[in-house]
């Protein structure tokens, strides 16, 4: 025995079952329109998510009651005109909050309605997988507000496919933006957003489809300091809002605490940590430079009455309590060492004490190398005794212990690729990713290569290749104001699968220019009556539009 369940829980949105005045009506004279759905409603984030186009001094009135909606209209409509209200992802249903999404609703205080149309698709440039969810607009071009605090009223919102359609449009010209956004506000933040654009206006006198637009995080322009921390160890953290090339750090207040400093960027170079060995000072001001110029200084202030707490911690690169045959134990500390006692750091192979080679890495102050004939089928134990460890501040190590076996070689195969290249003029960089998109390694293709990956773990890899236009060895994204757009990106069509215990042979021909890429899709596309329509093939894209990622 027991309560009754309920039934399957509700997934659909609400659905629109009567509107008064009807939508698309023409000679439109009503104050109020009255929207019906067969459930209870409720409105959220709508002064956020709604919108009306041509935008009005005062913005009508939303009020949810039951299972209707109303809008309350002002008197100050315009004459012969079209008017489109943009509902977002506002109208939700109360029990749920299923959302009904790109719900709109159109009328014309004259005669005739505006009806062109703008479609197509949104991608993200440097994966190239569809965006769900940008939110794509269009603004005339008397009133490009991008960079302004107006947010635009003519939008809607892409589909799991990245589709998107604007309807009930008038003649104009446009530019056409894509936000894949944090706060939704449908106005741009470099700092937070992602960006999308059509370099040049276009004049809107018939309808557009297959539109491709790209979204890509643009570099800042201006260097800024995101996030800085005196720590509760003593350590400074300093994290910035771009990569930097050749970074460093100076105290220049007091100069002489600068004597005695070690930091550690990290791989790419956006974030430090910072240890000072002389933390006397009541405050001290730090330079971050790049490529010998001074970008910021930041200030730190301490009361000589702080205490610290300090304990040496260590980190490995093991995967799941396993050691790939093909590597080196790695140990990484939390702290600086100033000295190791390797009579009390003892490496057991079946709980017998075994001779090892301990190193320093070459590149990062932070790691050390456990180098060993590794057995395959044995079990391993890394016993670091307490205080084997000393540490900048003089900080000690309670005993670690890491308990591993050697990863099976018949796991591992490698990967061979022929990259051909179609103008040794140019330059290109292979990047091998996994199914995440992550970056496992990367290589500089100026001409005919043969690149080996060897002793991967077996799985499925992907390789792209950047199109490195300017020749600096990374990929670049667009810029807004410039008006430039992301160095383009091409995936090889097949999967680059690493086997056990096998040998992969494989050939790369690059494209002399990168072809428009077919979206991937992470989900299956949206089915409710307010989902975009698949956006029409690529064979009439108009002149201006085509590209991915669009070049000028």
């Known amino acids: 025995m027991k309560s009754p369940e309920g039934g399957p829980r509700d997934t659909t949105p609400p659905k629109v079952l009567k509107m008064t005045p009807e939508n698309l009506t023409t000679n439109f004279t009503a104050n109020k329109i009255i929207i019906e759905f067969d459930e209870y409603i409720k409105l959220t984030n709508e002064f956020k998510e709604f919108s009306i186009s041509p935008e ?183 994290a910035f809002n771009k990569k930097l090339n050749n970074p460093d750090l100076t105290v220049i207040f007091p100069t002489t605490t600068d004597q005695g400093k070690q930091f550690q960027f990290n791989k790419t170079k956006d974030s430090v940590n910072l240890w000072l060995a002389d933390l006397s000072f009541d405050s001290v001001k730090i330079a971050i430079k790049d490529d010998g110029k001074t970008l910021d200084t930041v200030k730190f202030s301490r009361s000589k009455r702080d205490t610290y707490n300090r304990v040496v911690n260590a980190s490995d690169n093991l995967e799941g309590g396993t050691l790939n045959p093909n590597k080196d134990l790695t140990i990484s500390f939390n702290f600086p060492i100033k000295s190791l006692d390797e009579s009390r750091i003892l490496l057991l192979e079946d709980s017998i004490p075994r001779k090892f080679t301990l190193e320093k890495d070459s590149t990062n102050l932070l790691k050390y190398h456990i180098k060993y004939k590794w057995r395959a089928k044995e079990d391993y134990i890394l016993l670091i005794r307490e205080n084997a460890v000393t540490a900048i ?125 077919i979206p991937k899709i992470k989900e299956k596309p949206l089915n409710n009556n307010n989902t975009p329509k698949p956006a029409p093939s690529n064979n009439n894209q108009p002149t201006g539009f085509r590209g991915s990622p669009i070049r000028n």
């Open 393 to 517: 501040f003089d900080a000690k190590n309670k005993e670690l212990k890491k308990t591993f076996t050697l990863a099976d070689a018949n796991e591992y195969g490698s990967l061979i690729l022929q990259v051909e290249t179609p103008d040794t003029a140019k330059s290109y960089i292979l990047e091998i990713v996994d199914k995440d998109n992550k970056v496992i390694t990367s290589y500089p293709i100026t001409k005919k290569s043969l690149v080996k990956l060897s002793n991967y773990k077996q799985g499925i890899y992907y390789g792209r290749i950047v199109y490195d236009d300017n020749k600096n060895g990374i990929w670049d994204t667009g810029n807004l104001k410039l008006g430039t757009q992301p160095e383009a990106i091409w995936y090889y069509p097949k999967e680059l699968s690493i086997r056990a215990n096998w040998d992969r042979n494989e050939t790369i021909t690059i494209p002399l220019v990168a072809p428009i890429p």
């Open 56 to 238: 009005l001094e005062k913005i009508p009135e939303l009020r949810a009651k039951l299972k209707k909606l109303e809008i309350s209209l002002p008197d100050t409509l315009e004459k012969n005109t079209t008017y489109t209200l943009n509902f977002g992802k506002s109208i939700v249903d109360l029990n749920e909050g299923n959302v009904l999404k790109n719900f709109s609703y159109a009328f014309s205080t004259g005669p005739t309605l505006d009806s062109l149309s703008i479609s197509g698709t949104v991608t993200n440039a440097l994966t190239g997988e569809a965006e769900l969810e940008a939110a794509v607009f269009i603004l005339p071009l008397s009133r490009d507000s991008l960079f302004g605090k107006k947010r635009a009223p003519i939008f809607t919102l892409t589909d799991s496919s990245g589709n998107f359609k604007l309807n009930n449009l008038k003649k104009d010209t446009y530019k056409i933006y894509a936000l894949k956004e944090k706060n939704g506000d449908r106005i741009y933040q470099q700092i937070s957003d992602e960006i999308g654009f059509i370099k040049e206006p276009f004049v809107l006198d018939k309808n557009i489809d297959s539109i491709r637009l790209s979204v890509f995080k643009e570099i800042a322009s201006e260097f800024r300091v995101n996030d800085r921390k005196l720590n509760a160890d003593g350590s400074i953290s300093l």
